[in-house]
């Protein structure tokens, strides 16, 4: 009896050695597999580059507006004027305070043959006609044997007539014909308010024979260009 429980005992440690070597192997393999979930995974570079915004079609810069002027009202009383010799000529004044003016131009007869001079100047104006025409002109433009009526234009680069007050004036006739030469002129304006909003912007004023005229003005128009 004590020789069987002898035996009993051993086998039963012989038991216990086995399961305990079988929870040891399990618990090894748990390890091992959380070991591998619990890794972090690492991405893949990817291999698309990073966008960017296309630039603008005007690389940034603010948009020009080119705005067109008429310093005139038309009231029935539309009158070509010859320029004379003795004649200082017609012109006008205005004042811009941004930008740059980049024509100026008036229709000017010539009296059915084509044939005559004319120029056109501009000055930076000076306290008076006399004051302002003493000093040399920014831009002097000479218009030779012309097609009646068509308008003459003066185009001047960019930034070159900036802000400040100027003046343009028609003058130095030329005529070998004896027809003359001259240009279209019509009324201030007074009644419009989309071309009084226009004449006061620009503080247009008209110049005949060398003084300020308030019923009649040349039929100027110009172009002002500026950034919006």
Not at 153 to 172: A, F, Q
Not at 215 to 222: G, H, L, P, R, V
């Amino acid at each position: 009896m004590k020789r069987f429980l002898v035996l009993l005992l051993a086998a039963l440690m012989i038991c216990c050695v086995f399961v305990a070597c079988d929870s040891g192997e399990g618990a090894g393999d748990e390890t091992t597999t959380a070991a591998k979930t619990e890794a972090p995974t690492t991405e893949e570079p990817t291999t698309e580059e990073p966008t960017t915004e296309e630039p603008t079609t005007d690389d940034g810069k603010p948009k020009q507006v080119e705005y067109y002027v008429d310093c005139w009202e038309d009231r029935g009383a539309r009158a070509a004027v010859a320029i004379t010799e003795s004649h200082k000529g017609m012109g006008f004044i205005f004042t811009i305070t941004e930008g740059y003016i980049s024509e100026v131009s008036v229709p000017a007869p010539s009296y059915s043959d084509n044939i005559g001079t004319l120029s056109m100047k501009i000055y930076a104006w000076d306290t008076d006609f006399d004051t302002t025409v003493a000093k040399e002109p920014l831009q002097v433009d000479t218009f030779v044997d012309f097609p009646d009526n068509e308008s003459i234009t003066s185009l001047y680069d960019e930034g070159k007539i900036g802000p400040g007050t100027y003046m343009v004036l028609v003058c130095d006739p030329v005529d070998d014909s004896g027809s003359g030469v001259g240009v279209w002129a019509n009324n201030i304006i007074k009644t419009d308010e989309y071309l009084l909003e226009d004449a006061e912007k620009y503080q247009i004023q008209s110049i005949v024979n060398g003084k300020i005229n308030k019923k009649q003005i040349a039929e100027f128009s110009f172009t002002h260009v500026y950034e919006k």
